[in-house]
């Protein structure tokens, strides 16, 4: 069995910093996606003057605008962490995934807020209402994309709290200028897309149970949420934890299991270059709270906050 090493206040400080460029990341992504979103469904619907003025449309309207937000929105944030790691396989089935999963739930998402927002006859309580069920909507596509029940409850609740925070902001904002609904629009998606990333950010680390964290290398700082029963660990950009730099790692170097005793740490390179608290893993390894695992030249720190379960994963 290992034994846990303290956990150094540079790996703290690391921690701090890796989980305020996530929420910054995201923030910015969130935004960036819903502002395209809107932009691609002012000029989708451009041409088309009776899509755009009939009454009756209007569930038509929010279908397309709904597909749109909720698709690029899902787009930009489920491209952060590939992005980062500089895996473009990994970006590409990401993204798509979360831009298809985005788009739908979007669509309902928008469609059913309209009938809430209605039935509260507007307001910034209404419009806050409204936009939570389309953040919920968004939300889901982080659980989908990344076939995570642990995701896909993350994304629900930080998506309706974004949406929350968005739409009341939203309607402050146009009451403020003077109903410009033009500009209130354009600054109240951009905060909608900024808050469905930073809480989407923040309620992961709030309530994530176990992760490991890059602790030198090209991805220092890095912090990989162990949201599935089996992480594999290696070069392959398929892996649930890509390690890219290191010619020293191959491409399934490790796997981490969730077990019903706890996570456990199975070594899978030939060379045996897979370390744990500075000692070689032979076969497998039950993981501690602050162990350091080493593979190849790349230190990573497993943290755990226990009431860990089996079988979360979708897959």
């Known amino acids: 069995m290992s034994h846990a090493v303290p956990v150094e206040p540079r790996s703290l400080t690391q921690t701090l910093?890796?989980?305020?460029?996530?929420?910054?990341?995201?923030?910015?992504?969130?935004?960036?996606?819903?502002?395209?979103?809107?932009?691609?469904y002012v000029e989708m619907i451009r041409p088309f003057d009776l899509i755009r003025q009939a009454d009756r449309l209007w569930w038509v309207r929010n279908l397309l605008a709904g597909a749109m937000l909720g698709g690029t929105i899902g787009f930009f944030l489920n491209a952060v962490d590939p992005l980062r790691d500089g895996a473009p396989l990994k970006l590409a089935r990401s993204a798509t995934w979360g831009a298809i999963a985005g788009a739908i739930g979007g669509m309902i998402g928008l469609v059913l807020g309209e009938l809430v927002l209605g039935g509260l006859r507007g307001g910034p309580l209404g419009r806050a209402v409204a936009w939570s069920i389309l953040g919920l909507g968004i939300g889901l596509s982080q659980g989908i994309a990344s076939r995570s029940k642990q995701r896909l409850v993350y994304g629900l609740i930080?998506?309706?709290i974004g949406g929350l925070v968005g739409g009341f902001l939203f309607e402050v904002l146009r009451e403020g200028l003077g109903n410009r609904y033009d500009l209130s629009q354009g600054l109240g998606v951009a905060i909608l897309g900024a808050?469905?990333?930073?809480?989407?950010?923040?309620v992961e680390q709030v309530l994530r149970r176990s992760w490991v964290m890059?602790?030198?290398?090209r991805q220092e700082g890095r912090s990989y949420l162990l949201a599935t029963s089996l992480a594999?660990?290696?070069?392959?950009?398929?892996?649930?934890?890509?390690?890219?730099?290191?010619?020293?790692?191959?491409?399934r170097h490790a796997e981490i299991e969730r077990t019903a005793e706890g996570h456990v740490l199975r070594n899978l390179d030939t060379q045996g270059r897979t370390r744990l608290n500075g000692r070689p893993v032979i076969g497998e390894a039950l993981l501690n709270d602050g162990d350091r695992i080493e593979l190849g030249r790349t230190s990573l720190l497993f943290r755990s906050r226990g009431g860990m379960r089996s079988g979360d994963g979708i897959s």
């Open 214 to 217: 890059v602790l030198n290398g």
């Open 232 to 251: 594999r660990v290696g070069l392959d950009e398929r892996a649930e934890i890509g390690l890219f730099g290191d010619a020293t790692i191959v491409r």
């Open 17 to 40: 910093r890796s989980n305020a460029r996530q929420v910054y990341a995201m923030a910015i992504a969130g935004a960036l996606g819903a502002v395209v979103g809107l932009y691609c």
């Open 158 to 160: 930080g998506g309706g």
């Open 195 to 202: 808050g469905l990333g930073v809480f989407l950010a923040l």
